[in-house]
Nanobody
Framework: QVQFVESGGGLVQPGGSLRLSCAAS????????AGWYRQGPGKEREWVAG???????NYPDSVKGRFTISRDNAKKMVYLQMNSLKVEDTAVYYC?????????????WGQGTQVTVSS
């Protein structure tokens, strides 16, 4: 079973930035699409960024222009650069591999990393 280890979260003021990292223990990392997701207090998990194995990226409107997903296939890492953070970005952030359109079917998740945006 693939293991995901997310890191880089923390407490940041509105307008600040954070860079999240995710390490995935999988044999052929480069063959997978990858995505970042988040679950805010009292909310369902939602998709926030996706990167195809070829490097094409996609974002929902709520984070477009503020978040940037990237990957390093050699290191089996996925990153999420988050700028202009808002209070509503507060959530536990997770990564996963596979098409982000299917994420509701995924049962294997890491522990996530907490991002708190507050003044």
């Amino acid at each position: 079973q693939v293991q995901f280890v997310e890191s880089g979260g923390g407490l940041v003021q509105p307008g600040g930035s954070l860079r999240l990292s995710c390490a995935a223990s999988v044999n052929i990392f480069s063959m997978y699409d990858a995505g970042w997701y988040r679950q805010g207090p009292g909310k369902e998990r939602e998709w926030v960024a996706g990167i195809q194995r070829g490097g094409t990226t996609n974002y929902p409107d709520s984070v477009k222009g503020r978040f940037t997903i990237s990957r390093d296939n050699a290191k089996k890492m996925v990153y999420l650069q988050m700028n202009s953070l808002k209070v509503e970005d507060t959530a536990v952030y997770y990564c996963n591999l596979g098409p982000w359109t299917n994420y509701r079917r995924y049962s294997n998740w890491g522990q996530g990393t907490q991002v708190t945006v507050s003044s």
